[in-house]
Nanobody
Framework: VQLQASGGGLVQAGGSLRLSCAVSGRTRYAMGWFRQALGKEREFVAAIAYNGQRPEYADVVLGRFTISRDSVKNVIYLQMNTLKPEDTAVYYC????????????????WGQGTLVTVSS
């Protein structure tokens, strides 16, 4: 399984960005996003089941971020609205063949990160 994330960049506070993660290989994976800010531990952001159901969000992004997937294109997205400076981090996409819950705890596959910088 290979994961390719893209879409990061520099945006002002209050702005929006959309991250994408293309997955190759099998497609029946729970998928999700994590992030790691400088000097901090990696944290869970959002996840979605292989069939596009059961989206889960971290409390800090609930209502601002939306995860979705296009099963035909084998791509997942993270629409990030009302961005805040504290959202600045490297964002990683991840996949797990077991479940959304297991992905949050110990995801099996990881993509490279994409940097999101939110200026104040």
């Amino acid at each position: 399984v290979q994961l390719q994330a893209s879409g990061g960049g520099l945006v002002q506070a209050g702005g929006s960005l959309r991250l994408s993660c293309a997955v190759s290989g099998r497609t029946r994976y729970a998928m999700g996003w994590f992030r790691q800010a400088l000097g901090k531990e990696r944290e869970f952001v959002a996840a979605i089941a292989y069939n596009g159901q059961r989206p889960e969000y971290a409390d800090v992004v609930l209502g601002r971020f939306t995860i979705s997937r296009d099963s035909v294109k084998n791509v997942i997205y993270l629409q990030m609205n009302t961005l805040k400076p504290e959202d600045t981090a490297v964002y990683y996409c991840a996949a797990d063949s077991r479940s959304v819950i297991r992905l949050q705890k110990d995801a099996e596959y990881w993509g490279q990160g994409t940097l999101v910088t939110v200026s104040s």
